[in-house]
T-cell receptor, first 113, second 114 residues
Framework: EAQVTQNPRYLITVTGKKLTVTCSQN?????MSWYRQDPGLGLRQIYY???????DKGDVPEGYKVSRKEKRNFPLILESPSPNQTSLYFC????????????FGSGTQLSVL | AQSVTQPDIHITVSEGASLELRCNYS??????LFWYVQSPGQGLQLLLK??????LVQGIKGFEAEFKRSQSSFNLRKPSVHWSDAAEYFC????????????FGTGTRLKVLA
């Protein structure tokens, strides 16, 4: 089944403790991206990647890192999480560089205490 | 600056009634436009998209949307709402300028009364 898989689904952590949210797609998509969803703000793009080893900032990149060492994986790294990064995170992918239909993962609810 | 506005935060309709969700965009060129639906606890699913051509586009689940360049709008419609349509709906613009960005609206939450 074609899908975008995120893990974990829920994560509670404390300020400053490094964490990684994984994202994997099995559709051989070139484009992958990360979003955060906050009430009243909709989805905001954090980072995106057009292909292996090619990444760029979205609208809210501060406090986040990404890497694209393999085409299928696009992990989101929070080196030193802070409470304002408490949010619902989505990974998405599309076949080409876009704009194209985005396939979304099921989301990761992160709470930073 | 590019932006997407969904002026209605919440909408409540009765089952069987018609539905229109509003979306206005600000974009320098002809945009690529999308509507996505998010059911509770789920990721977003594409309902329909507009790239060019016929300004009335059909999507899944009986939804349609009309692109009106003069009004910078891309409103989503459904003639008869079902209880299963209760969800949050997002309008989005895809950049055509090579930056590969997507801009989402803040969403409209639809409630359906039985």
């Amino acid at each position: 089944e074609a899908q975008v898989t995120q893990n974990p689904r829920y994560l509670i952590t404390v300020t400053g403790k490094k964490l990684t949210v994984t994202c994997s797609q099995n559709m051989n998509h070139e484009y992958m991206s990360w979003y955060r969803q906050d009430p009243g703000l909709g989805l905001r793009q954090i980072y995106y990647s057009m292909n292996v080893e090619v990444t760029d900032k979205g609208d809210v990149p501060e406090g986040y890192k990404v890497s694209r060492k393999e085409k299928r994986n696009f992990p989101l790294i929070l080196e030193s999480p802070s409470p304002n990064q408490t949010s619902l995170y989505f990974c998405a992918s599309s076949l080409s560089r876009g704009p194209e239909k985005l396939f979304f993962g099921s989301g990761t609810q992160l709470s930073v205490l | 600056a590019q932006s997407v506005t969904q002026p209605d935060i919440h909408i409540t309709v009765s089952e069987g009634a018609s539905l229109e969700l509003r979306c206005n965009y600000s974009y320098g060129a002809t945009p690529y436009l999308f509507w996505y639906v998010q059911s509770p606890g789920q990721g977003l699913q594409l309902l329909l998209k507009y790239f060019s051509g016929d300004t009335l586009v059909q999507g899944i689940k009986g939804f349609e949307a009309e692109f009106k360049r003069s009004q910078s709008s891309f409103n989503l419609r459904k003639p008869s709402v079902h209880w299963s349509d209760a969800a949050e709906y997002f309008c989005a613009v895809g950049s055509t300028s090579g930056t590969y960005k997507y801009i989402f609206g803040t969403g409209t939450r639809l409630k359906v009364l039985a």
